[in-house]
């Protein structure tokens, strides 16, 4: 099984995933490796900006940002906003997001989807990482030290 994760914006920057693999063609499905391939895991940026702690005290819920977008919509007709991570907003092209992208990657790798899973602190509606939901499948973290657990356990099975 693959990790698929993608970048994080932060700080006013695009944040680009750590790799790492088992086998020898570069990311690629190796025939000979029974080690799943880990395509990216990913903490947020804005922990090397601020203390986790600080972060995870901002609006750890997002309660603050739906209200925040409760009381001041956001009407566009190409954009929409996602609430990311535990203290910004996405603004996202409505027809280009982590759900297309993460698909477009799997079909650009020539992975079987069924192989892949997507780790994600933003799996509920109106989160960041909502529409990875029914691409492959996901596993909600809270936190980076919640997903390096969840992976620790699936790289173990």
């Known amino acids: ?90 603004y996202i092209p409505k027809n280009r997001h982590k759900g297309t992208n993460v698909q477009k990657y799997i079909d650009h790798m020539g992975w079987n989807k069924d192989e892949c899973v997507y780790f994600g602190d933003g799996l509920y509606p109106g989160g960041n990482d909502e529409f990875v939901i029914g691409v492959i499948d996901t596993v909600a973290v809270t936190d980076h030290l919640d997903c390096y657990q969840k992976l620790q356990e699936l790289l173990q099975d």
């Not at 995933?17 to 895991?41: C, E, F, I, N, T």
């Not at 601020?50 to 954009?79: G, V």
């Open 1 to 90: 099984r693959s990790a698929c994760s993608t970048g994080r914006r932060a700080g006013g920057r695009t944040t680009r995933p750590r790799s790492a693999s088992w086998g020898s063609d570069h990311g690629r499905a190796s025939h000979q490796s029974q080690r799943p391939r880990l395509l990216g895991v990913k903490t947020d940026s804005i922990a090397e900006i601020n203390p986790f702690t600080f972060t995870k005290l901002a609006d750890p819920d997002a309660s603050k940002r739906f209200a925040m977008l409760e009381k001041h919509p956001f009407a566009s007709e190409t954009m929409m906003v996602v609430i990311g991570g535990s203290t910004s907003f996405d």
